[in-house]
């Protein structure tokens, strides 16, 4: 067993306490949360009361300083993340941060500027890659058991109503980043891309529909892999029945996954073409997708002093894929994922300098 890891929590908001906090009480033997930090005190302090956690502050420094924890969760608003990133790899912590990683491929390159080898790393949340099933289609795909993969569906159907959006940070490019590409269908694209890999180009358009609000509330996109493989990635919040699902047609199969927020293994279907035998395919295990689930993984990869995974270059694919959806969907061109670099204006921020507002509407 490895160390039990001193945590502190930044953002004593929903996804603290509905996720985050489930997760660590559930690898207590591993992890230890001494401390919370929010930019209200009356919620640090009422977050703290809650779940017995020692010490409350509204002052990220100060309490790096004071409980020097082994980890950092960040639970923040998308445009805190970077500040409080910055500065809980400079105290020494490693850190995990909640989605979207950051507001620009600007913004999480400076981030891995500042990790050192063997660690401190930062990883972000995307939960999604780490139940049993994911994990079996994974290892299935990388011995070809199923064949090449050729065609696939990405579909974040989701429903988020006005009243969603009269959150001030929501739906600002400036604060949020984006909108259902960055912050709902981010979780699927990026299961997507951790079973398939690398993609090479995304075609795409995208509107504000019905939503008020600055970034768009719809996406389309079709992207090519560099296996040859073709995938349709839609992301929207304006679906009445909701549903997450994604599908992968193979040379000798079809894998589909059909959820919303989270699966299991009853999620998945696994249909061999004719003639094929699927014996053994199916998962053996059955670990639901949870932030349990992939907490566990980063504490492994802090005990051995490795990068974890959803983190570095493997974390910045996805950042990748959402700003070539954007940079293609406001410029009306194919984008190569070659192109996202320093020097491009979609590189610094998302809809590319105000360019969606240019032409919405």
Known sequence: MGTRHRV?????????????????????DRAEVVAVVDADGDRA??????WDVPHHS????????????????????????????????????????????????????????HEREGGPY????????????????????????????????CHTLWYRDHDYYAVPWRGKWETEGGGPAMGHGIHQMDLMLSLLGDWREIRALMGTLDRDVATEDVSIAAVAFESGALVSVV???????????????????????????????????????DGVD?????????????????????????????RPPASGRDGRRTMELITGL?????????????????GNPFYDRLDGGGRYQEIAR
């Open 8 to 28: 502190a929590i930044v953002g004593a908001g929903g996804i603290a306490a509905g996720r985050h906090l489930p997760a660590l009480r559930a690898l207590a």
């Open 278 to 306: 699927a014996t053994g395919w199916l998962p053996t295990a059955d670990v639901p997708s949870s932030h349990t689930a992939q907490l566990a993984a980063f504490l492994d990869a802090m005990d051995r002093g490795e």
């Open 122 to 153: 930062v990883g972000y949340v995307f939960q999604h890659r780490f139940g049993s099933a994911a994990q079996t289609l994974r290892r299935q795909i990388a011995d070809s058991t199923l064949g090449r993969p050729l065609v696939g569906v």
């Open 58 to 113: 509204t002052d990220l420094a100060a309490t790096l300083e004071a409980a020097r924890p082994d980890l950092v969760v960040i639970c923040t608003p998308p445009a805190a993340h970077h500040e409080g990133v910055l500065a809980s790899l400079a105290a020494g912590a490693w850190v995990w941060c909640e989605k979207p990683p950051v507001l620009s491929l600007a913004e999480y390159d400076d981030l891995a500027s």
């Open 235 to 273: 992301n929207s919040v304006l679906s009445p029945r909701q549903e997450s699902y994604l599908r992968f047609d193979f040379t000798d199969a079809t894998v589909e996954v059909s959820h919303l927020y989270g699966y299991d293994n009853s999620n998945w279907t696994w249909t061999p073409r």
């Open 45 to 50: 302090a009422a977050f703290a009361a809650e």
């Open 326 to 342: 954007y940079e293609s969907a406001i410029t009306g061109r194919p984008v190569l994922r070659s192109e996202l670099a320093p």
